[in-house]
C-alpha cells in the first residue's frame, strides 16, 4: 500500500488547527501521513527554504493555507507588502508542487477576490470580473492568482490543482486579538471584556448587515472531502447556504447567550456598517456533496465561546507577544492603534 503524504501549509492557524483535529478524530485513514507545519517551520517566501521542506516531506498532497495575512488598517498601509509576500508564497508552493509530481494542491482562496462592485449571489465564475475592493487589493489579487497559477499548470503539464474559497471562518484557534480580529472572535473577546468588568458591551455598526459564518470544523471536513473527491481545477465556494446568512446583530445575540452576558447592548451606530451583504451560492458545493451537514450556528458559537473560555490565558499571552512583534518590525502604525485602543492596558491589568 502506497502512502500519501500530505503537507498542510498554515497549519498551525484557525483552518490548520481545524483539519488536524477533524484528521485525528474522525477522518484518519491508514495509506494518509498528514504533516501540520507552521511558518516557523519553514519560511515560504524563500525558494529554496521551500525546495528544502518538499526535499525533507516529498509530499504527495498539498493543502495550501499559509499566507500573510492582516486586519484592515494593516492592509491599507502595506498593500505592496501583501502582493509581494503572498505571491511569494503561492508561486513558491505551487513551483515545488509541480517540481515533486504532487498530485493534488488545494489552495485556501478568500471572498474579498471577489469585485467590489458586482451582483449578489456571488459565484466562482466571477472571481475575475472585476477589481477588489481598494482597501486589500493587494491582498486580494495574490489570492486571485493562485486560480491562474492554476490554470497554467492545468494547460502546460496536466497538473490538478485547485482551491476552495471559504466565507467567513469562525472557531477554536481564531485571531481573537480585540482590534486585529474578524467580526466573530473580536466579539467573542468584547463580550467576555465586558463581562468580567461589569460593562456594557459596545457593537461597532448598527447590526444590520448580512453574513454567512462558516464554523472552522465544518470547513475543515469540506476541505478533507475536496482532497479526496474533487478532481477539477476550478474554484470551489465552501459557504453555509443562503438561508443561513444571519445578521451582526443576530450574531452579537448568540454570542451574548453563550458568554451567558446579562448587561446592556449598544449599537455604536456612528460607526461604518461596511458592505450591507455579501452572499455567496453555494450551489456547485450542494451539488457535489448534496448530503453534507452544517452544524447549527448557534452550537458552533457555543463551542467556539467555551473554547476561548478555556484558553482566555493563552491568548491574552499571544496578544502580548504579538504586540512585541510589531515593535520589533517597527511597525508603529499598528502598535500605536494597539495602544490606543486599549490593549496595553488591558494586558498590563493582567499580569497585576
Given at each position: ?200 458591551l459596545q457593537v461597532f455598526g448598527s447590526g444590520k448587515p448580512l453574513r454567512q459564518f462558516i464554523y472552522s470544523l465544518d470547513l475543515a471536513r469540506l476541505f478533507i472531502r475536496v482532497l479526496r473527491e474533487y478532481d477539477d481545477i476550478e474554484p470551489i465556494i465552501l459557504s453555509v447556504d443562503e438561508k443561513d446568512e444571519v445578521s451582526i446583530g443576530d450574531a452579537v445575540k448568540s454570542v451574548v447567550k453563550a458568554m451567558d452576558f446579562k448587561g446592556e447592548i449598544l449599537y ?85
Open positions: 500500500m502506497t502512502q500519501k503524504v500530505i503537507l498542510v501549509t498554515g497549519g498551525t492557524g484557525l483552518v490548520g488547527s481545524a483539519i488536524k483535529q477533524i484528521v485525528e478524530s474522525e477522518e484518519r485513514r491508514d495509506d494518509e501521513r498528514w504533516v501540520f507545519l507552521g511558518s516557523r517551520d519553514c519560511d515560504l517566501t524563500s525558494l529554496e527554504a521551500t525546495r528544502k521542506l518538499f526535499e525533507e516531506l516529498k509530499p504527495t498532497h498539498v493543502i495550501h493555507l499559509a499566507a500573510m495575512v492582516g486586519g484592515l488598517f494593516h492592509n491599507l498601509a502595506h498593500n505592496l507588502q501583501f502582493f509581494r509576500k503572498n505571491m511569494a508564497i503561492n508561486d513558491n508552493v505551487l513551483a515545488l508542487c509541480h517540481e515533486f509530481d504532487v498530485i493534488k494542491c488545494v489552495s485556501c482562496l478568500s471572498t474579498c477576490i471577489f469585485p467590489d462592485q458586482t451582483t449578489y449571489p456571488i459565484d466562482e465564475t466571477m472571481v475575475h470580473k472585476g477589481p477588489p475592493h481598494d482597501s486589500n487589493f493587494g491582498y486580494s489579487y495574490a489570492k486571485r492568482m493562485i486560480d491562474v497559477l492554476n490554470r497554467g499548470y492545468s494547460q502546460e503539464h496536466g497538473r490538478k490543482y485547485t482551491s476552495v474559497v471559504p466565507c467567513n471562518v469562525f472557531g477554536p484557534n481564531d485571531n481573537y486579538n480585540l482590534q486585529a480580529g474578524h467580526v466573530l472572535p473580536a466579539l467573542i473577546h468584547k463580550t467576555y471584556v465586558a463581562k468580567k468588568n461589569g460593562k456594557d455604536d451606530t456612528t460607526k461604518a456598517d461596511g458592505q450591507y451583504k455579501k452572499t455567496a451560492s453555494n450551489k456547485k458545493l450542494r451539488e457535489l456533496f448534496p448530503d453534507f451537514e452544517f452544524t447549527p450556528f448557534d452550537v458552533a458559537i457555543r463551542e467556539s465561546v467555551e473554547w476561548f473560555n478555556e484558553n482566555y490565558e493563552n491568548l491574552i499571552l499571544s496578544i502580548n507577544q504579538y504586540l512585541h512583534n510589531l515593535l520589533e518590525r517597527r511597525e508603529l502604525f499598528l502598535a500605536t492603534r494597539y495602544f490606543q485602543k486599549g490593549a496595553h492596558a488591558l494586558l498590563r491589568k493582567k499580569k497585576m
